[in-house]
């Protein structure tokens, strides 16, 4: 069993061609690896009997030679995405009995590629937290955490996702990302993780957080790995109106190339922020030593709008989130709190429904929007974005993509960041991507001097992953990474 | 900017959230201390620079005016914390 939960899904694939293993036994071995950990909190719901049908389903295709690209590798699901019959919580009290009547875009993919749900993971409330705490179900704890004896956050808002799979407890695992809810939870769970260019993925059946930033990803051990979930995950869909109707290249080929003559990579100068630790620097110097040493140019970049960018995330993501949480009145689904007017119950259905951290910021979003604030806030914090999006243009006139740090510290302690600002400053090195639309990756590069993962983040411009990929696998070859499992 | 009590409170009833009146305070001043970090945000000059909410450049797609989906309210039904006779209950609005 240890054997198999250790590898990879392209390891795994290979095994299954060559009938080392079943896809039910793959299927068991990972099931076993989630039940083993449960005080690791993973699971908002374990779908167990159905990850076994699938596996006979994939295994009677691989037996007729008809298997496809995912058969008999066994995923996990951020219970953000809609899994029809499956129930789908958003980890929130206001969705705890919601089962979708539809499967959103990205999972169906999934499904159509062969792969095998084990269940919904937990992340933070309507994917709005940075450490997984303002799950309703309580946070996930990192697999990391037995490296020094106290419970970690696992990051957020995909921290299920990131730690089931450096766990050994899935092979892989989908993932979304407004402001770094893929990058900074793989990079505290030393694991990968990839946001595509905004419209890449469909948006499709995802619960909405803030719609202009929003975007599915994949999380896995590999940077192989994610490229190939990338290929399932991606594609154009008429049914979400931001989605790209652009071709899907093979990720994977972009994969394992180790020459980068020619390739320009840029270090930004406003991400040396004061008060970053010295690993944090020393990591970024290895990072690009490394691109340096495969032939890639090393030039020194400026993106002067880098420290506005977080004020701004917290205007337009708040923003969004009012207006799309406003569906949730006890209404058409989730929970009631019943009262005999409306008005009441609508109110006090979402004082109950929704956590703390939800409503903070459906009221900052309510109060930018209204009446006399919207020009001051809202509008002038889109206009911040747009020059925020100008300096990465500029620069992406001189090289192909940008290395950053992805988080500006290693995992931190379940419950040791009760201010929110604070809290919101893990994403200081995620969030401008984002805004920006652009392809982003998080590789596990080193270790901490505790002992905890620590990631690059590879920055690329909008559609080009591949170049992403590659300085990505590069990374991924040198840093020779020790994975916990 | 300050955020007093007041405003908190308008501010929670168009966002049609309950907050007991001895929450007012500890949330105003949660409120007005992100808000307060936001304001840094006026020191960016931004005039002449148009306001972005699409970054891809896309222009939104349109389709015929046709129905291509529904007939199938029973299935929309099925989450209601309470429905009847194929509608979704809500308390009586008008007296």
Redesign the interface.
């Known amino acids: 069993m240890s054997e198999i939960v250790s590898k990879t899904i392209l390891q795994i694939k290979e095994g299954l061609k060559k009938r080392e293993y079943s896809a039910l036994e793959v299927t068991d071995a990972f099931i076993s690896a989630s039940e083993c950990n449960k005080k690791l909190n993973f699971y908002n719901t374990f779908t167990k009997e159905k990850a076994l049908e699938m596996a006979k389903t994939s295994q009677s295709r691989i037996d007729s030679g008809e298997d496809k690209i995912l058969d008999g590798i066994p995923i996990a699901i951020k219970d953000l995405f809609c899994t029809e019959g499956t129930l789908t919580t958003a980890s929130s009290k206001i969705l705890g009995n919601f089962i979708p009547n539809y499967e959103s875009t990205v999972t169906q993919n999934l499904w159509d590629a062969g792969a095998i749900m084990l269940g919904k993971v937990g992340c933070d409330e309507f994917a709005m937290g940075s450490s997984n705490e303002t799950s309703f179900f309580g946070e996930v704890i990192n697999p990391w955490s037995k490296v020094i004896n106290k419970n970690l956050s696992p990051g957020g808002s995909s921290g299920g996702s990131a730690a089931v799979v450096s766990a050994g407890a899935a092979l892989a695992a989908t993932g979304t990302d407004t402001g770094g809810s893929i990058r900074q939870p793989a990079a505290f769970c030393g694991v990968t993780g990839i946001k595509p260019t905004y419209g890449r993925c469909s948006r499709w059946g995802i619960i909405a957080f803030a719609s202009s930033l929003d975007q599915a990803g994949p999380i896995t051990k590999t940077v192989n790995d994610s490229a190939l979930m990338l290929n399932v995950m991606s594609g154009f869909d008429p049914k979400d109106s931001t989605s790209a109707n652009k071709n899907t290249p093979d990720f994977l080929k972009a994969c394992g190339n180790f020459n980068l003559k020619n390739l320009k990579v840029g270090i930004p100068k406003e991400y040396q922020i004061s008060g970053m630790s010295s690993e944090i620097i020393n990591l970024w110097e290895t990072g690009y030593g490394w691109l340096k040493d495969r032939g890639a140019d090393i030039i020194e970049v400026s993106l002067p709008h880098t420290k506005y960018a977080l004020p701004t995330y917290y205007v337009i993501a708040p923003a969004e989130a009012s207006s799309n949480l406003a569906r949730y009145d006890g209404v058409k689904y989730g929970y009631r709190n019943s009262q005999n007017h409306l008005d009441d119950l609508y109110a006090n259905t979402r004082a109950d429904g929704f956590g703390n951290e939800v409503k903070r910021r459906i009221l900052i979003g309510t109060y930018v929007l209204s009446a006399g604030y919207y020009d001051a806030y809202y509008r002038k914090a889109q206009r911040v974005r747009n020059l925020i999006i100008q300096d990465f243009n500029k620069v992406f006139k001189d090289v192909d993509v940008i290395l950053t740090p992805t988080t500006p510290s290693a995992a931190f302690e379940v419950g040791s960041q009760q201010d929110p600002i604070s809290m919101y400053m893990n994403d200081v090195f995620t969030v401008p991507a984002s805004l920006a639309g652009l392809p982003a990756m998080s590789v596990p590069s080193g270790l901490s001097t505790n002992g905890l993962p620590l990631g690059l983040q590879i920055i690329g411009k909008q559609f080009d992953e591949e170049n992403v990929l590659k300085v990505a696998s590069n990374i991924e070859d040198q840093a020779k990474f020790p994975f916990l499992n | 900017m300050p ?1 007093d009590k007041d ?2 409170s ?10 007991n009146n001895n929450q007012l305070e500890k ?1 105003s001043k ?2 007005e ?3 307060g ?6 020191e ?1 000059e ?1 005039s002449g ?8 450049g ?1 222009k ?2 349109l ?1 015929e005016d046709k129905v291509t989906d529904g007939g ?1 309210s029973d ?2 039904l ?5 429905k009847e006779g194929g509608f ?1 209950v ?2 009586k ?1 008008i007296e």
């Open positions: 955020i405003t908190v308008k501010v929670s009833n168009l966002a049609r959230i309950k907050i949330i949660e409120l201390a992100v808000m970090w936001i304001d840094s945000l006026s960016v931004t620079i148009e306001p972005v909410a699409n970054v891809t896309q939104l797609p389709r199938y299935k929309i099925n989450n209601a914390p309470e979704f809500v308390p609005v």
